[in-house]
C-alpha cells in the first residue's frame, strides 16, 4: 500500500514539473488556427524534455543520444537518499518481508508433495503444477 502512495506522490510530482515546464506564453502567438501554432492546441509538444528539473540529455560511446532521468534537485523529498533512517530501514523491511513471504508461500507444497499426490490420484508432476501456476 505504502508503494502505491510513493507511486502517486511521484506522479504528482512530475506532472507538476511537466506542467511549469510546458508553461508557454500563449499571448505571443498571433494566430488562432493551431494548425499553424500546433503547441497551443499541444503544449506538451513544445518544449524539450531536457527543460524539465532532473532530466539531462547525455551522449553514449556512441554518440546517441539518450535522456538521463534523475531527481529534480539534491535535496528532493521523493529521493529515498532524503529518508530519514527509520523509514529507509522501514521500506527496506517491507521488501524483506514480501520476498520471504512469497518464498515460502511457493515452497510450502513442496513438503507434503508425494502426500498429496497420492490423495488427490494424481502424479507428481501434476501435483506440483501448483507451485508452479502460483508463480507465474
Known sequence: MAFIYIYRALKRHVAQLVDDANHIDT??????????????ASPSKAIDPAQILG????HDPNDEKYY???????????NPHQW????QIGATMCVCLIALLTTMASSIDAAI?????EELGVSEVAESLATGLYLV
Open 27 to 40: 499571448k505571443s502567438l498571433t494566430s488562432e488556427d493551431p494548425l499553424t501554432h500546433p503547441y497551443k
Open 55 to 58: 532530466i539531462t540529455l547525455k
Open 68 to 78: 538521463e532521468v534523475g531527481w529534480a534537485t539534491p535535496d528532493d523529498p521523493i
Open 84 to 87: 530519514s533512517f527509520s523509514r
Open 113 to 117: 508433495l508425494t502426500d498429496a499426490a
